[in-house]
């Protein structure tokens, strides 16, 4: 196998088990709040909305330390250990207690950050300059393909069904563990490119007898340059500005993952449909992530109009989006409680218009992370495990803060604080984007900006 052919194996690989694993995580995300609130177990009072805010925080926070033990671990073995954990968060839904929900929820954002750190570190340096827009694209549209098979299970499992019976819950949670623990290992199957056995080789035969002496420290060296990377990369221009169209995808992230679901199925006026309507959304969210990632991924080939365009597209797909949503979702959805809402909003709810927006919700989100993946990968391509910590940790921590007051705002609240982050994300992307095609225009180092 050439190392081109090697190198997009590896992406291949890296996005079916991403595949594997979110089917189950995406999925369960999905239907937890719904499911929670179907618990007959009185002793269980945990809330989906909060877990997802503890594992968002506990992600931000864990980002600081990820770059440093990606760069000690490797990204294989770090991607490998974290898929465990995202493992034994969704077992734990087989049978759930609320101080085993709870710290599951505390390891999973922990594990998350190393995962995410290591996954931009193996997208890296399986790309080149020519390539990272591609292998985004393929891996996003892979990844995302989740979205499809876990929601498309719910839809038939839960169709007709105004009630989660104990039985329904642990035969979808117990597919789900299987889902991720495949993932997880796929992980063995990447292989290291190339340039980098070269290299060690390199190392090896000339450094043979320092390297021994002094493996430990080099190890502890690279973690603590890690961790410096990191927190130099905070306070850049280009970092700061990209924070903001950051700071967005982590909303909407929480927006179509936890709480456009949980309002389709508060909604009494869908009638009997209205649980199985949770996985058809997530269905067409998967479409709409997955056309756009393999369309977009093709786009980059020919990169003569930059990555503004899709931004662009993204952010008015979005507004078009959040428009019909606040038209035809009653206010009180996200809120409703287990009875669910006879309310309407503008209009009498429709199950057409519901499942159009979450088609639209995916393919505005493939927009902005494909090229925030393309524009963090060409910017730092030589030392990418830093820059990626630093886009999940405000990423994760905007999507805590969106969990936790999702649990208490009204839908048109959180509708505006979306539009009014993406416009201002909107125009930071548009800024680093101009200044980096002036800098290549003039042959400049691409991370001197």
């Not at 694209?137 to 839960?158: E, K, R, V």
């Not at 508060?266 to 990632?293: D, H, P, Q, Y």
Request: glycine share 8%.
């Amino acid at each position: 196998m050439s190392p081109k052919s090697k190198k997009l194996f590896n992406i291949i690989v890296l996005g079916i088990a991403f595949m594997f694993m979110f089917t189950a995580f995406q999925t369960c995300g999905n239907v937890a709040q719904t499911v929670i609130t179907n618990l007959n177990n009185t002793n269980f009072h945990g809330s989906g909305y909060t877990s997802m805010a503890i594992i968002y925080g506990v992600f931000s926070a864990s980002n600081l330390i990820s770059p440093s033990v990606v760069a000690v671990v490797g990204p294989q073995l770090s991607m490998f250990v974290s898929g465990l954990f995202y493992s034994i968060y969704i077992a734990v839904f087989i049978q759930p207690f609320t101080w085993s929900f709870y710290t599951a929820s505390v390891f999973i954002g922990i594990a998350a950050a190393v995962l995410w750190t290591a996954q931009g570190n193996c997208l890296t340096i399986n790309s080149d300059e020519n390539t990272i827009g591609r292998n985004s694209g393929i891996f996003w549209a892979l990844l995302q393909s989740s979205l499809f098979f876990g929601n498309l299970y719910i839809y038939f499992a839960w169709r007709g069904k105004t009630h989660i019976s104990e039985s329904d819950r642990r035969t979808v949670f117990i597919a789900l563990t299987v889902f991720s623990l495949v993932g997880t290992f796929l992980f063995f199957l990447i292989r290291k490119p190339e340039e980098l056995n070269t290299l060690e080789e390199e190392v090896s035969s000339t450094d043979e007898s320092i390297v021994d002496n002094s493996s430990v420290q080099s190890k502890a060296t690279r973690a603590v340059d890690a961790f410096k990377s990191s927190i130099k990369l905070y306070f850049t221009k280009e970092i700061l500005l990209l924070s903001v169209t950051t700071a967005y995808t982590g909303l909407e992230l929480t927006f179509f993952s936890g709480v456009y679901g949980t309002c389709i199925g508060a909604v009494n006026r869908f009638g009997t449909e209205e649980k199985s309507l949770i996985g058809l959304s997530g269905i067409f969210i998967g479409i709409g992530e997955i056309l756009g990632g393999g369309f977009f991924g093709l786009v980059n080939k020919d990169n003569r109009f930059g990555r503004n365009p899709v931004v662009m597209l993204g952010i008015v797909v979005h507004f078009i989006a959040f428009y019909l949503i606040f038209y035809n979702i009653p206010n009180d959805a996200p809120i409703a409680s287990f009875e669910g809402t006879d309310n309407s909003a503008y209009m009498n709810p429709s199950k057409e218009l519901a499942i159009l927006c979450s088609f639209l919700l995916g393919l505005g989100d493939s927009c902005f992370n494909t090229q925030l993946l393309s524009i963090l990968g060409f910017l730092y391509s030589e030392d990418s495990a830093p820059a990626f910590a630093v886009f999940k940790f405000v990423q994760s921590i905007c999507a805590a803060i969106a969990f936790f007051y999702s649990n208490y705002l009204l839908l048109q609240w959180q509708l505006l604080i979306m539009a009014v982050v993406g416009f201002f994300g909107t125009i930071s992307f548009f800024t680093v984007e101009w200044e980096a095609a002036a800098f290549v225009a003039r042959g400049s180092d691409y991370r001197s900006i």
